[in-house]
C-alpha cells in the first residue's frame, strides 16, 4: 500500500496544513492530579452500562505525564499542525479563579509544539464539562453559556499568543443530540426538548466566548468544530427523499443555519420535533452568528435512510457496502458533496479546515508492526474527496487525521482504535502504524520540494 498523492494535488501546497488531531479527556487520564475537577464524563464512565467493558478516562493514554514524548511523536510524523484540546476541569476551580497547575500543563505543552515549529489548534470544549455546572443544569441552563465565556476568558488571557487556531466547542451536535436528547453520552439525558435547549446554549456560550477570544488574543484565527453527516436514501417515494433531506436538516442546518444565517431551520421543530422550539432571547443570534476566521468540518460517513410513514425518517443499513470497526460506512463522496453544498448555500461560509477525519480498524501490533492497509486507502479516498472539492471552488485549508494515536473513543472506550499511532495500554507503548510512516514520508517529500 502506498499514500498516492497525484501532482495535481492541493496536498503538495505547503500551505495546506496537515495535521493530527486529539482530545483531553480521551488522552490525557490524571483524572484527579494537581486539582483537576470531576467532568460529566468521569461520571457518566463510572456508570456501569453506559462505556463498553466499564473503560474510563481515568488512565487513558496517560499523556498527562507523557506528553513530552508525545510531543516528540508528532515532530517525528512531520506534520503541519496539532489539534488538542483544553480540559476545563483541570484549568478552572469552582469559584472561576484559575488552577495555575493545570494551565502551566496546556503553556508548556503548547511551548514544546510551537518551539518545533507544529501549528496549535486548541478546542476549548470537546465534551468534558464540570461535574459541578451539571449539577446546576449543564446546557439545559442558560447560565453554563456563561461559564463558558468566563472559561474562554481565563484560558485566552493566560495562553494567549501561543494559539493559532482555537475552536469554541466540538462537535455541538454530539454535546446536545447525544448528551441530552439519545443518552448515548454524557451526562446521559433523554429529551428532545433538552437537547433543542443544549444546543442554543452551546452556541450561545460559543458566540460569547468567540468575544473573549477576539478581546484576549487578536493575532489568532477563531472558529467553531462542527460533525457533519450526509444523508442520502435509498427508496423512491418522496417521503423517502424528504427523510434524506430532514436528516440533513437535523444534523446540519441545525448548527450551521444559527452559526451562518442567523436563524434555526423552522422545519426542524414544525416536522421533525413537534413543540422543542429553542429558548432564543432577544439579542442571541445576533451574538451566535458573529463572523468566523474559519469553520471546523468533522467528516465519519453517511447514513441511508427512509421515510417512517409519520413524517419524519428511519436509518436502514444499506448492504454490501464498506464499514470500519464502528460498524460506519466508508464513503468518501459524502465529504466533497457536503462542502461544495455548504459553499454552495451558505454566502458567508469561512475557509474550512478538515478538523477530523479517520477511522477505527482492528489494528495489532505484529513483529513491531501494524499493517492498516483499511485505514491507509480510507484516507487515500478522503483527502482525494478533499481535493475535488477544493478544485471545485471551495476553500478549504488543512485536515487533521482523527486521530494522533489510539484512545478513550467515548461509549466504546479502548475497543475502537482511531489511532495513526497504536497504544498498548498495559504498557502504554506507542508503535507507529504504516498509515503514520506513509503520512510522515509523505510530508518529508512535499517539505524537501522547492
Ligand atoms: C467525534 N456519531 O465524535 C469526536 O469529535 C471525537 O472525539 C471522536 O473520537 C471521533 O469523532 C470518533 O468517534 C463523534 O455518532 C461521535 O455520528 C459520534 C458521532 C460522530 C462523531
Same mark, same amino acid.
Given at each position: ?32 492530579? /494537581? ?13 456501569? &452500562? ?44 469552582? /469559584? ?15 511551548? %514544546? ?14 465534551? /468534558?464539562? !464540570?461535574? =459541578? ?23 485566552? *488571557? ?13 462537535? !455541538? ?10 443518552? =448515548? =453520552?454524557?451526562? &446521559? ?20 466566548? @468567540? ?10 484565527? $477563531? ?14 417515494? !418522496? ?17 450551521? /443555519?444559527?452559526? @451562518?444565517?442567523?436563524?434555526?431551520? %423552522? ?38 435512510? *427512509? ?43 469561512? !475557509? ?63 475497543? *475502537? ?15 507507529? $502504524? ?5 503520512? *510522515?514520508?509523505? @510530508?518529508?517529500?512535499?517539505? &524537501?520540494?522547492?
Amino acid at each position: 500500500e502506498t499514500f498516492d498523492v497525484p501532482p495535481d494535488s492541493v496536498l503538495w501546497r505547503r500551505d495546506f496544513l496537515l495535521g493530527v488531531a486529539t482530545a483531553a479527556y480521551q488522552i490525557e487520564g490524571a483524572v484527579d492530579e /494537581d486539582g483537576r475537577l470531576p467532568s460529566i464524563w468521569d461520571t457518566f464512565s463510572a456508570t456501569p &452500562g453506559k462505556v463498553l467493558r466499564g473503560d474510563t478516562g481515568a488512565v487513558a493514554c496517560d499523556h498527562y505525564h507523557r506528553w513530552r514524548d508525545d510531543v516528540d511523536l508528532i515532530a517525528a510524523l512531520n506534520v503541519d499542525a496539532y489539534r488538542l484540546s483544553i480540559a476545563w476541569p483541570r484549568v478552572m476551580d469552582r /469559584d472561576g479563579r484559575a488552577n495555575e497547575k493545570g494551565i502551566a500543563f496546556y503553556r508548556e505543552l503548547l511551548q %514544546a509544539l510551537r518551539a518545533r515549529g507544529i501549528r496549535t489548534s486548541v478546542t476549548l470544549y470537546h465534551w /468534558d464539562l !464540570p461535574q =459541578h455546572l451539571e449539577d446546576a443544569g449543564g446546557w439545559c441552563n442558560r447560565a453554563t453559556a456563561y461559564r463558558f465565556a468566563e472559561y474562554a476568558d481565563l484560558v485566552s *488571557r493566560e495562553l494567549a499568543g501561543l494559539v493559532d487556531f482555537w475552536s469554541t466547542l466540538n462537535e !455541538p451536535w454530539c454535546s446536545a443530540m447525544h448528551g441530552y436528547g439519545t443518552g =448515548h =453520552h454524557a451526562p &446521559g439525558h433523554t429529551s428532545v426538548t433538552e437537547a433543542s435547549a443544549a444546543m442554543h446554549h452551546l452556541l450561545l456560550g460559543h458566540g460569547l466566548a @468567540l468575544q473573549a477570544l477576539r478581546r484576549n488574543d487578536p493575532a489568532s484565527q $477563531k472558529g467553531i468544530v462542527l460533525n457533519v453527516g450526509r444523508g442520502t436514501t435509498d427508496g423512491d417515494r !418522496p417521503e423517502d427523499r424528504r427523510a434524506a433531506e430532514l436528516f440533513e436538516l437535523q444534523h446540519n442546518d441545525w448548527v450551521l /443555519d444559527p452559526l @451562518l444565517k442567523g436563524s434555526y431551520p %423552522a422545519a426542524l421543530f414544525e416536522q421533525l420535533w413537534q413543540g422543542a422550539e429553542p429558548p432564543v432571547e432577544e439579542g442571541d443570534l445576533a451574538i451566535i452568528a458573529a463572523p468566523l476566521d474559519f469553520l471546523g468540518i468533522n467528516y465519519y460517513f453517511r447514513t441511508n435512510v *427512509r421515510g417512517d410513514g409519520n413524517g419524519g425518517y428511519v436509518e436502514v443499513d444499506l448492504e454490501g457496502v464498506e464499514r470500519t470497526q464502528m460498524g460506519w460506512e466508508v464513503y468518501p463522496e459524502g465529504l466533497a458533496h457536503l462542502l461544495v453544498g455548504f459553499h454552495e448555500r451558505y454566502a458567508s461560509l469561512p !475557509p474550512i479546515y478538515i478538523t477530523e477525519n479517520g477511522m477505527a480498524c482492528d489494528d495489532e501490533v505484529m513483529d513491531g508492526h501494524v499493517v492498516d492497509g483499511q485505514r491507509i486507502a480510507f484516507l487515500n479516498r478522503h483527502l482525494a474527496a478533499v481535493d475535488r472539492a477544493v478544485k471545485a471552488g471551495v476553500d478549504v485549508r488543512g485536515y487533521y487525521i482523527w486521530s494522533l494515536m489510539d484512545n478513550f473513543e467515548w461509549a466504546f472506550g479502548y475497543e *475502537r482504535r482511531f489511532g495513526i499511532v497504536h497504544v498498548d495500554y498495559a504498557t502504554q507503548r506507542r508503535t507507529v $502504524k504504516r498509515s503514520a510512516e506513509l503520512v *510522515r514520508d509523505f @510530508l518529508a517529500r512535499r517539505n &524537501g520540494r522547492s
